[in-house]
């Protein structure tokens, strides 16, 4: 799999992972939980964005 695709693929999963995080945070009333979702939800974010950039440039 090339860089840009497999940046994209798992900044989806980082971007799912996230988002379970923050609910399971919120539903437990985890505030501490919650960050953490919402920060691996960011970061996933930016690794898929930095994935459609590499296979824009073709690296």
Same mark, same amino acid.
């Not at 989806?12 to 691996?40: C, F, R, S, W, Y």
């Given at each position: 799999?090339?860089?840009? *695709?497999?940046?994209?693929?798992?900044?989806?999963?980082?971007?799912?992972?996230?988002?379970?995080?923050?609910?399971?945070?919120?539903?437990?009333? *985890?505030?501490?939980?919650?960050?953490?979702?919402?920060?691996?939800? @960011?970061?996933? *974010?930016?690794?898929?964005?930095?994935?459609?950039?590499?296979? @824009?440039?073709?690296?």
């Amino acid at each position: 799999m090339k860089s840009g *695709n497999r940046d994209q693929a798992e900044g989806m999963m980082h971007q799912m992972k996230g988002t379970i995080k923050e609910a399971a945070g919120k539903l437990i009333d *985890n505030p501490k939980l919650k960050a953490k979702g919402t920060v691996e939800k @960011v970061a996933g *974010n930016v690794q898929q964005k930095l994935g459609q950039v590499k296979k @824009v440039l073709g690296k």
